[in-house]
């Protein structure tokens, strides 16, 4: 038992009625930006973190080789 699409029109229609079309446009609007602003923070922090990542994966990585003097021949 679900709710039907006649009940979901009758729904819309008190809304409308009720807060007006206006409204809801706003509300809509600033919904929709508050919905943008946290999908770039999210990728904002991903970035961040995969940054740190990348440099905590350096840190530890170290050069093999063999080191040599600089002789002077003055």
């Not at 446009?25 to 922090?45: M, P």
């Amino acid at each position: 038992m679900g709710i039907s699409i006649w009940q979901l029109l009758i729904i819309l229609v008190i809304v409308l009625v009720l807060f007006g079309a206006k409204r809801l446009r706003n509300v809509g609007s600033d919904l929709g930006a508050a919905v943008k602003g946290f999908k770039n923070a999210v990728k904002e922090e991903d970035a961040k973190t995969e940054k740190l990542e990348k440099n905590e994966a350096h840190e530890g990585t170290t050069i093999e080789g063999e080191a040599h003097k600089k002789e002077d021949k003055a």
